[in-house]
């Protein structure tokens, strides 16, 4: 599954963070995943809560932060209101997602010793 897939990456950035900075544990982990992302968040939950164990992150939340998919055109960056056609008014040029697809883990409380 994707969700797995993105958690296992997930871990091991924090585990290397976590190795860098001498941490003894992680307490927090915010991630910023976007609407057009394709992460069903529910599924990212349960793989974050099945891998987790016995890893850095065994007692480290995961608070998740959902972004709205946005958009713009991509010839003169007028915003397209959410709904309308994925058109430019003014220009005519096709629109380009601004934010949500992204993936990014955003901050890690680590505890350092
Ligand atoms: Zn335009």
Redesign the pocket.
Known sequence: MHEYSLIQALVERVEQEARARHAASVHRLSVRIGEMAGVDVGLFRTAYDTFRERTVCADATLDIELVPAAWA?Q??A?PIERGRPLR?D??G?PARLVTGDEIMLDRIELEVL
């Open positions: 055109c010839s003169c007028a430019c003014r220009c040029q």
